[in-house]
């Protein structure tokens, strides 16, 4: 029988009530676990709750000790709509840090998923492929939107989008050695090279594996990207797997600070609050150039790590030994886009990290950036990210922005 701890952090009000929240976050996943530090970390900073775990909650259906339980508060990966209604009969205020039952009336706090897959999308891009495809788990809504929106970011660039999805139903009916065969067949009919995002890291590992029955090199022939940053999952890989990490520390984060205004008698939000993605960490299955003309694949090695030292196009054309007009018409034929737009694009790059990961003035990382001045990066971030340097610091930071925001 699951036990449940409990944890009362120290404050200095101890005037102020203890609240009883219950958390109803498995610890098998790495993204669980994440949400539970940002829960409390939380808890730490702001709140005087007594945190009843409940440990075992990937099954659908609530603990029996809830049954008698008389709370303040409930933050759970709520996984379909009759566990869903079961809270909402306790009128409890809840937080959901999953999003899968999308129950009304139930506020959710849950990673970007369009942010996700842009992100995969930028990467493989960037990295010069043409080819792409999709391995997710058909009917889970998270997977569904992770592939409809990597579909769009690809077609927004002129490419179209191989998808291959197994239930989980499938994947537990049949054996093993079925599925992998079944992925394998799929990869082999893949134009290659193709840049492929696994909709976790854990269906990342039989994606893998498949490569290799397949008799695909990875990332030579096929680049994998999967999402969660779970280390254990991607270090066992073959090779390691690049990973998006979706910032579910922030999810936990900001789910409790949610639910303390909740406790306290404020309205909950209509609509899901979506948590940006952080980074990708690359690996060795996606550190590749698919890029088949030298002269191009050392252009872009050169300017990636010279971008922010106030490189110019002339320059790279003279270190690789093209003229600057044969440079650019090849970059645009394999990229779609001027060498101008790819040093900018690092320059970019470079100043998002920046402003993220240190407290530097807007002109101290213009200056880092090489560029011009601090008003024409704000000109960039407008067109590009469609938001100033200090919107994008402050929203990176706050780890928050409403769920019909799109950045491109």
């Known amino acids: 029988m699951t036990t449940a701890t409990m944890m009362r952090p120290r404050t200095s009000s101890p005037d102020v009530p203890l609240r009883q929240v219950a958390l109803l976050v498995e ?5 669980s676990r994440d949400i539970l530090r940002g829960i409390g970390r939380y808890v730490r900073e702001h ?9 075992q ?22 996984p379909d709509a009759g566990t869903a209604r079961t809270i909402a009969a306790m009128g409890i205020p809840t937080v959901d840090v999953l999003g899968e039952s999308e129950a009304e009336g139930t506020p959710v706090i849950r990673v970007d998923d369009h942010g996700i897959a842009r992100l995969a999308a930028d990467h493989l891009l960037e990295r010069g492929f043409r080819h792409f495809g999709f391995f997710g788990l058909a009917g889970r809504n998270w997977s569904d939107r992770r592939r409809a929106a990597f579909q769009e970011c690809l077609a927004r660039s002129g490419h179209n989008l191989a998808v291959y999805e197994q239930s989980s ?3 537990l009916r049949v054996s093993w050695e079925f599925r992998e065969s079944r992925i394998a067949d799929w990869i082999r009919h893949l134009p290659k090279p193709a840049g492929v995002l696994v909709c976790s890291d854990q269906v990342g590992l039989d994606f893998l594996e498949a490569c290799h029955q397949a008799g695909v090199a990875v990332p030579d022939e096929v680049a994998v990207i999967g999402v969660d940053n779970d280390e254990a999952f991607c270090e066992i890989g073959n090779p390691s797997l690049s990973s998006i990490w979706p910032s579910h520390t922030q999810v936990g984060y900001q789910a409790a600070a949610l639910l303390d205004r909740m406790m306290k008698g404020e309205s909950a939000p209509k609509s899901a609050t979506l948590i940006p993605p952080g980074e990708i960490k690359i690996r060795q299955s996606s550190d590749v150039l698919a890029i088949d003309d030298p002269s ?3 252009a872009i090695h050169l300017i990636r790590a010279n971008a922010c ?11 690789i030994g093209l003229s600057r007009s044969v440079l650019q018409r090849r970059f645009r034929q394999i990229l779609g886009k001027t060498v101008h737009d790819e040093i900018l694009g690092a320059k970019l790059k470079r100043a998002c990290q920046l402003l993220v990961e240190t407290d530097f003035q807007l002109v101290e990382v213009a200056e880092q950036c090489g560029f011009r001045h601090q008003e024409y990066m704000g000109v960039v971030f407008r067109e590009r990210l469609k938001q100033t340097p200090a919107e994008y610091r402050r929203n990176a930071k706050q780890g928050t922005r409403p769920a019909d925001h799109l950045q491109t």
């Open 309 to 319: 030292s106030g490189l110019g196009v002339d320059e790279v054309a003279g270190k």
């Open 57 to 78: 909650t990937a099954e659908r259906t609530l603990p029996q000790w809830m049954n008698e339980w008389r709370g303040d508060g409930i933050i759970a990966r709520v």
């Open 296 to 298: 191009i694949a050392r």
């Open 27 to 31: 610890t098998r996943t790495a993204s």
């Open 169 to 171: 139903e499938y994947r």
């Open 47 to 55: 709140g005087r709750w007594a945190l009843v775990h409940e440990h």
